[in-house]
């Protein structure tokens, strides 16, 4: 995984804790699933990653 990809997952994955602890301090249901929606999103990329760097490393 390149360094811009994995920073980017990782900014993805902060945006998304820092929306879903907006969405419980003021009760909104939608930015806290819309936070959550963010960090699924962000693990998945750091997975996929993870297994093409496998991948290579096993060719």
């Known amino acids: 995984m390149s360094t811009e ?3 980017e ?3 993805k994955n902060v ?5 879903e602890a907006m969405g419980e ?3 909104d249901p939608a930015d806290q699933a ?3 929606a963010k ?3 962000a693990r998945a990329k750091h997975t ?6 496998k991948i290579d490393q096993s060719l």
């Open 48 to 53: 996929k990653e993870n297994i093409k760097e």
């Open 25 to 27: 301090l003021t009760g």
């Open 5 to 7: 990809d994995r920073v």
């Open 34 to 36: 819309e936070g959550k």
């Open 15 to 19: 945006e998304g804790k820092v929306q």
């Open 9 to 11: 997952a990782t900014l």
């Open 39 to 41: 960090q699924i999103e």
